[in-house]
């Protein structure tokens, strides 16, 4: 009988020695690039990293990640005007991750459990002076301390927090929050001087030569006056004098019906703290309804407690007859310009009206008092003139915050600070800024594979009853549950950040992933480029390059 030779179809051999790898013009990368949110957070966090941390239920290092780059996640989770949820590649789905209602989460129970920054782990010689204990002032102590720099802090207010305690009424921001983060700071190490004002030129110059280096924060603390209306009037009360007495709980003398002048957030400050001392308001802005600088929820909560609004208006002239002020109004033709603070206004003629008050309170924005720097510091319009790296014209003092941008907002200047931070600190020591924004392109949604996403509503924070809320000065939104802060993460898409799914591993059909402790490896000798795995990836952390 002949003997059959043995079947091509099965053999001992591996394939090994197909090198599959020469067939590719492309190779997959894993890169963890940054999401959308961080690239428009005013701080640079790393939020899809946090927010991950929560839905696998690790508080604790979520809390960590995130006051990395903002030390003040419960204060930011309840007035950060959130560009990050704008940005968010959720939103092309159903909504948007409720980013900051998390960060609330996180920060409140970071107070709740008592959990502190650790010491600084080293300890440098050099010392920093900062001016001012704002939002922009105590994020830059709190960078510096952790860098191990020596940090003296001058307010020359009797507490810490500037705008924060004396600017945001108690049912935005509870003052219990406020202290038990800023003491967070000051636990690492801050030696603060309270009531010490840096009023001039010479004090600033003489401060400096003490100190290695300055950070100038403090703020814009000058209001602008409205043309036609007199101050000296008892009827008249700035804004900021009226948040700073009502913030320290101080009686309102001003009459029953008022009228506030303004349409930015400062204003729905006073028109709502103004509601809950029991008058009624009428808020009259120049700008229509629909392009009210103020952020949308304070609008409507505002409309929600029965405040008035008159939009698209301006004061022309005041009459007074007793206790009854008489505002002559026109209704106006609002004209955005290109900058923020700029605008053309034009009256429509015929269109004159009324408002009959006991009071006005303008509420139009805010400078820096440049004057008592003229002698020592350039200005650059209504700010200190600074370069990128927040320098200004004399070396060696720096400035952030309101005093060196008209970009308004709490966690813009928390940003300023940590970069103003890392700048000092690599102009004096050698040290390198990890918490810096990468350059890298942020992750499309494109690229984000939506069939292991389900469609799923956004879990909304719950707001009091408008009639409890008025009665007192009690925080208006209420926090998420542990179960609703723990679904609202499992939402978010973790932009362009490995989760270990293993859905690279399991498809690649080559057998070219092999996996590791902490993330996977592609075998360049049997991987033929196919991009299978980066079609499958569901956060879009991989993608192919081109090999040349």
Request: charged share 25%.
């Amino acid at each position: 009988m002949t003997q059959q030779p043995p079947t091509p179809l099965w053999t001992n051999d591996t394939s090994e020695a197909r090198m599959t790898g020469t067939w590719r013009s492309a190779m997959p990368n894993y890169k963890n690039l940054p999401s959308p949110c961080r690239g428009a957070c005013p701080v640079g966090g790393r939020i899809a990293e946090w927010i991950r941390e929560i839905e696998l239920g690790d508080y604790k290092k979520a809390w960590t990640i995130l006051a990395d780059n903002n030390p003040f996640p419960s204060i930011a989770g309840r007035i950060c005007h959130h560009p990050c949820e704008t940005d968010c590649n959720r939103n092309q789905l159903d909504e948007t991750v409720g980013i900051c209602n998390l960060e609330r989460f996180v920060g409140d129970l970071a107070l709740k459990e008592n959990w502190s920054f650790p010491a600084p782990t080293v300890s440098r010689d050099t010392s920093i002076a900062v001016v001012g204990g704002g939002p922009a002032g105590l994020s830059a102590c709190y960078q510096l301390r952790r860098l191990g720099f020596k940090v003296s802090l001058y307010e020359y207010q009797k507490q810490l927090g500037g705008l924060l305690r004396y600017g945001i009424p108690a049912y935005r921001l509870e003052k219990k929050i406020l202290d038990g983060e800023i003491q967070r700071i000051i636990d690492m190490g801050v030696d603060v001087h309270l009531n010490a004002e840096v009023g001039s030129a010479e004090a600033l110059k003489e401060l400096h030569e003490k100190h290695d280096a300055v950070y100038l924060a403090t703020g814009a603390s000058r209001s602008k006056n409205l043309p036609g209306l007199d101050y000296s009037q008892s009827w008249v009360m700035d804004s900021a004098d009226f948040l700073a007495e009502t913030n320290a709980e101080m009686a309102c003398d001003l009459g029953k019906d008022l009228v506030v002048i303004g349409g930015g957030s400062a204003a729905m400050d006073v028109a709502r703290t103004a509601r809950r001392l029991g008058r009624n308001v009428t808020v009259l802005t120049l700008e229509p309804e629909d392009k009210l600088p103020a952020h949308e929820v304070e609008v409507v909560e505002a409309k929600e407690e029965e405040i008035t609004f008159v939009s698209g208006a301006m004061m022309q002239s005041v009459e007074v007859n007793g206790e009854q002020i008489t505002l002559k109004c026109i209704r106006v033709e609002f004209l955005q310009g290109e900058a923020r603070g700029q605008f053309t206004i034009n009256p429509i003629p015929g269109s004159e009206f009324e408002l009959v008050t006991n009071g006005v309170i303008p509420s139009i924005g805010q400078d820096a008092d440049l004057s008592r720097w003229q002698d020592l510091l350039n200005s650059e319009g209504p700010v200190i003139s600074t370069d990128k790296q927040w320098q200004t014209s004399t070396p060696g003092i720096f400035a952030g915050g309101d005093v060196a941008s008209m970009d308004r907002f709490v966690t813009q200047a928390i940003g300023m600070g940590k970069e103003a931070a890392f700048a000092i600190a690599r102009q004096l020591a050698p040290v390198s800024n990890e918490t810096s924004s990468p350059d890298d392109p942020m992750v499309p949604y494109s690229v984000i594979n939506t069939s292991y996403h389900s469609t799923l509503r956004r879990h909304l924070a719950a707001n009091s009853e408008v009639e409890a809320r008025l009665q007192t000065f009690d925080e208006v939104q209420q926090p998420l549950s542990h179960d609703e802060a723990v679904a609202e993460a499992s939402r978010c898409f973790s932009c362009g950040t490995c989760i270990l799914c293993d859905n690279c591993y399991l498809y690649c059909p080559d057998m070219a992933i092999i996996k590791l402790e902490d993330g996977y490896e592609v075998k360049d000798d049997y991987c033929k480029g196919c991009g299978l795995c980066v079609a499958e990836c569901p956060t879009g952390s991989i993608a192919m390059q081109e090999e040349k």
